[in-house]
């Protein structure tokens, strides 16, 4: 509920109250035009009405007639085809804000964009419909498809967390530019925010480690953080979205957040790794750097072996990071033109001063020119959000440089995750359509209240029985009118979830997309770009690596020579690729690092496709009441996750929570109409006390909420799910005859 103010409140109370409103469409203020408005906001869901765990998404609309101004008709100066300098301020997409209170005093309550407006001639109206933030949501809906869960023990229940519903909705709202932590930067290469999975929104998680199964948002940077191992390495492998070369004047630039508060069980690290190959496999040169925030040590590590101790080490000695609390930890990456590593360890506490530790050189093994080949990310014993890599022509150096601080706002809150998905399903449709099926499938809800922040929430919402009310309405004065039904169809006393299993599943079978073109030029310092076709079935190709002379034609390979003939020499390190999926088209993009003209040969990437062997099993999962069933008869409800639903303990853990809502039927209550409060919001609990009617006394969930004004009047409905049943059926005096008359005959 909106905390409101003591004006508001006292204005509330009083015996007498005047209606107030504020409406603004592109910054105008509007208000002494509008004849009467109206605003709905309700969770929409697949559940039968009256379950107690209802689910869905909330898209509130807003509903406005106005009236023309200075002697001109409204529809002359706000229809459709009125002039751009009236007609703008109420155009499809302009938006729109909307407040109302009581005795001067009011509470936003919308804030979203202009979708429809309609004109009647010989009248003096325009009408105009407004949705919330959902509208913000309605570019097509891209999510990543790795393999990297597929490529570690299947058996193990850390595989699962690849991604989760949590990670998935959380991604979709960032590529709308809404934001719970750092978005990615421009020149971000790879990007992992840790919300519920170890997918990277941007690049291609390649393997996982094990640990991938404890989120934390208490003490989380700043939403849903993976919680370390305790005793070792929470590791995952990525390949970033591009390759980058080592013989070039710019950086990279390696971070993340960590939070070090809590229980200390071992030693708190972080990890950053990259790996390099020169022309000549199988051999790679691992670039690694450790921050160690218990004994304040942080050492870089360069050479051949694998094992970070057995190469070549700068360390350096901080005592502050020692101390426990936030920190953000980046690392400078740049060569010399001999293959040398230089790395500055920057390093960020909570007073938001970056301190930049002196230049590390690992002279003792040069690197050959290469390319990247894969980067690797581990925590141990803390929390850890974001972990990104970027490419810039100067090191950062401001705070807003270093931490992002100051160019981006949160403005979206979710919930813990709590259902791992092993693979992300194939979806299509809007950004809004796939959270909206989300929602349904998991019994969350979704919504975006009236400051424009989006608010998700789990089932477990809806879990236990409140006791302490928001706010209280009772005959005696708030309520107005109140409708109670119960109905049958509310219960639902054996509960189906209709789930994939993915425990089984294995990596799949490879298939290579080629690209083999007639040799295409690229200059030095320039670009080209190829498009491929890629089969909607298929999960994501990776960047690929440069072909060398012994093998140029491997799989996922690009083939980069010195001239236009197929004879003429490999050249690598000195091409930079780049992949990127939308749908079925692959954009592969190569940048020359060089001085010279380079030739591109061709490409082989490659991707992963299921066997028809190899698929996930569907299965089932029910629960139900005995109890129930024995008053009610078996009320069977069957729920289809459509694929976020991939293993036996969330299934079961959604199928208990349908059950423990539908085994008894709740009231309704309907039409209840109350002296208009601008705080009630979605969600609120709501005591209910009517001594005239119903002589009810109970607390009900606020699911549904219609406000309209009219002149100076408001009149406020709202629609109320009870907490609780009315307990389990006595039948006390009673003896219900049974479906067959007993002496009947028997049919023919």
């Known amino acids: 509920m909106k905390t409101g103010n003591g004006y508001l409140d006292a204005a509330l109370t009083a015996g007498e109250r005047s209606a107030i409103h504020a409406t603004r469409l592109g910054g105008v203020d509007m208000r002494r035009q509008v004849e009467s408005w109206s605003l709905d906001q309700s969770y929409g869901t697949d559940l039968p009405d009256a379950m107690r765990a209802f689910s869905g998404v909330s898209s509130a609309q807003l509903d406005l007639s106005l009236t023309g101004t200075g002697g001109s008709s409204a529809p002359a100066l706000y229809g459709p085809w009125a002039p751009r300098s009236t007609g703008d301020v109420v155009r499809p997409g302009q938006s729109v804000t909307h407040g109302w209170g009581v005795n001067g005093f009011r509470e936003d309550a919308f804030r979203g964009t202009v979708r429809h407006r309609s004109a009647e001639s010989g009248t003096d109206l325009v009408r105009i419909s407004a949705l919330d933030g959902a509208e913000r949501l309605r570019q097509p809906a891209q999510l990543p498809r790795p393999d990297g869960a597929f490529n570690i023990n299947p058996g193990a229940s850390w595989s699962n967390w690849s991604a989760s519903p949590v990670w998935v909705v959380d991604h979709l709202l960032r590529g709308a530019g809404i934001h719970t932590a750092p978005p990615p930067r421009p020149t971000s290469i790879l990007h992992a925010s840790f919300h519920g999975g170890a997918a990277a929104s941007v690049g291609y998680l390649e393997s996982m480690g094990g640990g991938w199964n404890f989120w934390q948002k208490e003490s989380a940077p700043f939403e849903s953080a993976i919680e370390g191992g305790y005793d070792s390495l929470t590791t995952a492998n990525y390949i970033p979205a591009l390759l980058p070369v080592n013989r070039r004047s710019d950086g990279l630039w390696f971070e993340c957040w960590v939070d070090t508060t809590g229980n200390l069980f071992n030693e708190q690290i972080v990890q950053f790794q990259s790996v390099w190959e020169g022309a000549t496999r ?69 007073d938001n001063i970056p301190q930049f530790l002196n230049a590390g050189t690992l002279a003792g093994v040069p690197v050959p020119a290469g390319a990247m080949m894969r980067s690797g990310f581990g925590v141990q014993n803390m929390r850890a959000e974001c972990f990104q890599i970027s490419q810039h022509t100067a090191r950062p150096s401001s705070l807003a440089q270093v ?93 189906t979830v209709k ?65 236009p003939a197929g004879t003429s020499s ?156 009315n307990g389990v059926p006595s039948d006390f005096g009673l003896t219900p005859d049974p479906p067959t008359r007993p002496n009947a005959p028997a049919p023919p």
């Open 282 to 350: 199988p051999t790679a040169h691992y670039l690694t750097l450790r921050f160690n925030f218990t004994t304040g040590a942080l050492t870089a590590y360069s050479g051949t072996s694998e094992d970070p101790a057995k190469n070549q080490s700068a360390g350096w000695t901080w005592s502050p990071l020692t101390v426990r609390g936030r920190f953000h930890v980046a690392l400078w990456l740049t060569w010399s033109t001999a293959g040398v590593p230089s790395v500055v360890p920057v390093i960020t506490a909570s």
């Open 403 to 495: 931490t992002q601080a100051g160019t981006w706002k949160r403005t979206a809150s979710l919930d813990k995750p709590v259902f791992p998905l092993r693979a992300i399903p194939n979806v299509s449709g809007s950004a809004w359509n796939v959270i909206t099926e989300i929602a349904r499938a998991t019994l969350a809800t979704a919504e975006f209240d009236s400051d424009g922040y989006f608010k998700w929430r789990n089932h477990t919402r809806w879990a236990t029985v409140p006791v302490t009310a928001d706010l209280t309405v009772t005959s005696k004065r708030e309520l107005g009118k109140l409708t109670v039904t119960e109905e049958i169809d509310a219960c639902r006393n054996h509960c």
């Open 499 to 563: 789930w994939d299993n993915w425990s089984r599943v294995g990596p799949g079978g490879a298939v290579t997309v080629e690209d083999a073109p007639t040799p295409v030029a690229i200059a030095a310092g320039q670009s080209i770009t190829r498009t491929i076709a890629l089969d909607d079935d298929m999960l994501d190709p990776r960047a690929p690596r440069t072909a060398t002379a012994d093998a140029p034609d491997s799989p996922n390979r690009i083939v980069i020579r010195s001239g």
């Open 570 to 725: 490999v050249v690598f390190g000195a091409v930079e690729v780049q992949v990127s999926r939308v749908g079925g088209l692959i954009t592969l993009t190569a940048h020359n690092r060089s001085v010279n003209t380079v030739y591109y040969h061709g490409s082989r990437l490659l991707s992963l496709v299921p066997s028809e062997s190899n698929k996930a099993a569907p299965s089932l999962w029910s629960s139900w009441n005995i109890t129930s069933q024995g008053y009610y008869g078996v009320q069977a409800y069957e729920h289809d996750v459509r694929g976020w639903i991939q293993d036996l303990y969330s299934a079961i853990s959604l199928a208990e929570a349908l059950r423990e809502a539908g085994a008894y039927p709740p009231p309704l209550l309907q039409s209840v109409e109350i002296l208009p409060d601008p705080r009630i919001e979605l969600g609120d609990l709501v005591r209910v006390v009517d001594k005239t009617g119903a002589h009810l006394d109970t607390l009900a969930w606020v699911i549904g909420i219609r406000t309209t004004g009219n002149g100076g009047r408001v009149t406020q409905t709202l629609t109320l799910r009870g907490t609780q049943t």
